[in-house]
């Protein structure tokens, strides 16, 4: 099992800046591939990053690459996620997501997801 819990998201004006974590319980978190998803309002689910748990690469949508950066640290059961220069179309609830399998991250099929953080870009 594993719990997830985002937190950092926020207000900000475009063109700044915001770092979402995520914090991540279980005994197997680092045999886990972790990403971000968000949802804006009247829209589906969608896929912004991943990162492999073997490899530690990385992957990104194309509206956030070059902009956003998904980063880990195993020892402290912590995934984040870096956005810059954004833009009022990031406006979204972000989601955090674990599983077991890659593929099932990349699908947005994974087992575990969190509660979710608001970010809102003001334009």
């Known amino acids: 099992q594993v719990q997830l819990v985002e937190s950092g998201g926020g207000l900000v004006q475009a063109g700044g800046s915001l770092r979402l974590s995520c914090a991540a319980s279980?005994?197997?978190?680092?045999?886990?591939?972790m990403g971000w998803f968000r949802q804006a309002p009247g829209k589906e689910r969608e896929f912004v990053a991943r990162?492999?748990?073997?490899?530690?690469?990385?992957y990104y949508a194309d509206s956030v690459k070059g902009r956003f950066t998904m980063s880990r640290d195993n020892a402290k059961k912590m995934v984040y996620l870096q956005m810059s220069s954004l833009k009022a179309e990031d406006t979204a609830v972000y989601y955090c997501?674990?599983?077991?399998?890659?593929?099932?991250?990349?699908?947005?099929?994974?087992?575990?997801w969190g509660q979710g953080t608001q970010v809102t870009v003001s334009s």
């Open positions: 279980g005994r197997t978190f680092s045999t886990y591939a």
């Open positions: 997501t674990a599983d077991g399998s890659s593929r099932s991250v990349a699908a947005g099929t994974s087992d575990y």
């Open positions: 990162i492999n748990w073997i490899t530690g690469r990385t």
